[in-house]
């Protein structure tokens, strides 16, 4: 009879009455601490901001690199056209090497003829030739070097000789033996000097 009392109590306590007793309570406690609620929202929140943080962050990552690689290229572009400039500048250096003892030896002859006493029609013939050869290889970009009084330079002369002079013409140029030209500014032959020591 104990038996029976004690197993019916217990059958009422899982019945229905307990489960509405259980029930309540799950509302009641959702009820007495919204702040649980809260707190789920504000974490869903915060992490669509962080998401949100991390977009515009990668955003700028991307625009930075996109930046730095079109200069990059700005920067290629430029010097592959300023080597391209500079080869076509160039090019006919060769060229203008395979000139230069031509026009050497045109100006000996010019010389020559001077001191033999030639006649001058013919003196004025040659100059005319040499002049107009000389302003077409200028307009190509070939110049000559004008060296007479300046200071010796390894990088642009080759001294042949030195001969005394006063203490104003030391390491000065004296005097050309061949002349220097250069293309766009480069050199394309040193010029044959005589300097002072």
Do not use: C
């Not at 943080?53 to 079109?70: A, G, T």
């Not at 029609?121 to 000389?134: A, H, P, T, V, Y």
């Not at 000065?172 to 000097?193: P, Q």
Request: proline letters at 3%; a negative charge; glycine letters at 8%.
């Amino acid at each position: 009879m104990r038996w029976k009392n004690l197993s019916l109590s217990r059958m009422k306590s899982s019945t229905g009455k307990g489960k509405k007793k259980g029930g309540a309570s799950a509302a009641e406690s959702t009820e007495e601490h919204p702040s649980a609620m809260s707190d789920s929202t504000s974490g869903q929140q915060e992490s669509t901001a962080e998401v949100e943080v991390n977009w515009e962050q990668k955003l700028k990552d991307s625009e930075y690199k996109y930046l730095q690689l079109y200069a990059e290229f700005d920067n290629f572009r430029k010097r592959t056209a300023k080597e391209r400039q500079e080869l076509i500048q160039t090019a006919a250096a060769p060229v203008f090497r395979a000139i230069l003892p031509s026009l050497d030896n045109l100006e000996r002859a010019l010389k020559n003829m001077r001191d033999s006493g030639a006649r001058e029609e013919d003196i004025k013939g040659i100059e005319l030739i040499q002049q107009q050869l000389l302003r077409d290889l200028a307009e190509r970009g070939l110049e000559a070097m004008d060296v007479v009084g300046q200071d010796f330079n390894p990088d642009e002369h080759e001294a042949i000789t030195q001969v005394p002079g006063g203490p104003e013409m030391k390491n000065k140029i004296i005097d050309v033996l061949e002349k220097g030209y250069t293309i766009h500014g480069k050199i394309v032959r040193f010029a044959r000097v005589v300097v002072g020591s």
